[in-house]
């Protein structure tokens, strides 16, 4: 994840370039249920509205949760499906507030009402991220459900009557690359905290419409309209957050824009930006799924690195006798094609290495969702890209449609 606003808060007033410290544990994105009341087109966990079996008991999940705090995680990001629709959350929730968690919850919005909104509230997430893909019709079908749109605005204003920070999460794809623009304006107007802009990424029903990921051109163009909003945001010091995710040349395109506008800050931010080091799939993010089973992130769900009710959750994920995971903890990280000769792998640490499998086969090859330019890389011709054998893993399997 890369924090715009911070950076732009480093050009506006330095702070000292410290050394690396990774946090104590990683962030755990959990997905605590797996049944949802819509179908997005680009959900990486292919929810749909049926109970799924064998999903962990609210005692197992205390358990997990012991063991996670033992390993020092800090962060606890509650997600599904919709979580809301786990009848166990608030109990869920507040047991992790009272453990000392920072505790988010994730959620289409859409069930967020009079009815249970106290009850969020009363909780005290310290964060709610709410998801729009666009405004009205737009957000209707990509979440294939007519009123979406109305139902999640109405939770989205709930949430800040209530006091609660709010976030929203934007999916950017050719589709709605056209409505960003009226969704940061929505941002301003609503009151929102946060907008965290998530590039497409391939897995679940994301990896099937693949073809609909935003084109570079205007990839770039996304990036251009939310640096300049966050950076009249920290000019103005309103206090928003502007952070995105699942493609991290973000960080170098960041240090483009910074080039042009301010030269003298440059270095700064580009050892700012080394500190923070790309992709950190593997090292300081984890998912686990509604089953209990652990992956490198939430879009690795085709991978499974064990299970919960196998294996304490401390001791699988150190374990690098896997070899995904070995790969992704090494640094730097071995990538091969134009990551290999790139003068700012350093930044980005070899960006997504689940797209580069989905689309190649490969986990360490070039990542292909890079909209950077050769010359902006500093490949050039006489630099051979690096072609690496297709991995193949005994662990993989397919995550089942529905």
């Known amino acids: 994840m890369l924090r715009i606003t911070q950076c732009m808060h480093e050009l506006l007033d330095p702070t000292p370039v410290r050394p690396k410290r990774n946090p104590p544990g990683p962030v755990v994105i959990w997905n605590m249920i797996r049944r949802c009341n819509l179908r997005c087109k680009h959900c990486y966990s292919i929810s749909t509205d049926v109970d799924f079996p064998g999903e962990l008991s609210t005692a197992e999940v205390f358990e997990v949760m012991d063991d996670l705090k033992r390993f020092r995680v800090p962060v606890l990001i509650l997600s599904g499906g919709e979580p809301l629709l786990r009848p166990d959350i608030f109990e869920v929730s507040r047991r992790a507030k009272s453990m000392g968690f920072y505790v988010g919850l994730s959620t289409n919005g859409t069930p967020i009402d009079g009815t249970n909104i106290a009850s969020i509230a009363e909780v005290g997430y310290d964060y709610v991220g709410i998801s729009l893909d666009g405004i009205g019709p737009t957000h209707d079908r990509f979440r294939r459900r ?38 940061l304006d929505l941002m301003d107007r609503e009151g929102a905290d946060k907008f965290y802009l998530s590039h497409l990424n391939y897995a679940g029903r994301g990896n099937k419409h693949r073809a609909d990921d935003a084109h570079f051109g205007m990839t770039r163009a996304a990036m251009d309209l939310l640096f300049e909003r966050a950076w009249k945001s920290a000019e103005r010091g309103d206090g928003k957050e ?88 090494a640094f730097p990280r071995t990538i091969g094609g134009r990551c290999a000769s790139c003068i700012h792998f350093d930044i980005c640490g070899g960006n997504t290495r689940v797209r580069a499998l989905q689309l190649t086969g490969n986990a360490w090859a070039e990542d292909p969702g890079c909209y950077l330019t050769d010359g902006e890389i500093g490949v050039t011709d006489s630099q051979p890209r690096v072609q690496l054998t297709p991995y193949r893993s005994r662990k993989s399997h397919e995550v089942a449609a529905n």
């Open 146 to 183: 007519d009123g979406a749109f109305d139902a999640s605005l109405r939770g989205i204003r709930l949430c800040l009557e209530s006091g609660i920070k709010v976030g929203l999460r934007f999916t950017l794809t050719q589709d709605n690359f056209h409505e960003l623009p009226a969704v």
């Open 242 to 329: 502007f952070v995105t995710g699942n493609n991290e040349a973000d960080g170098v395109y960041l240090l483009m824009w910074a080039a042009d506008r301010f030269p003298d800050r440059v270095d700064h931010l580009r050892a700012k930006l080394v500190q923070w080091g790309g992709n950190s799939s593997g090292v300081n993010v984890a998912n686990i799924d509604n089953l209990g089973n652990v992956h490198p992130d939430t879009f690795w769900w085709h991978y499974n690195l064990g299970n919960v009710r196998d294996r304490p959750f401390s001791e699988i994920w150190p374990d690098v006798s896997d070899p995904i995971m070995a790969g992704l903890k």
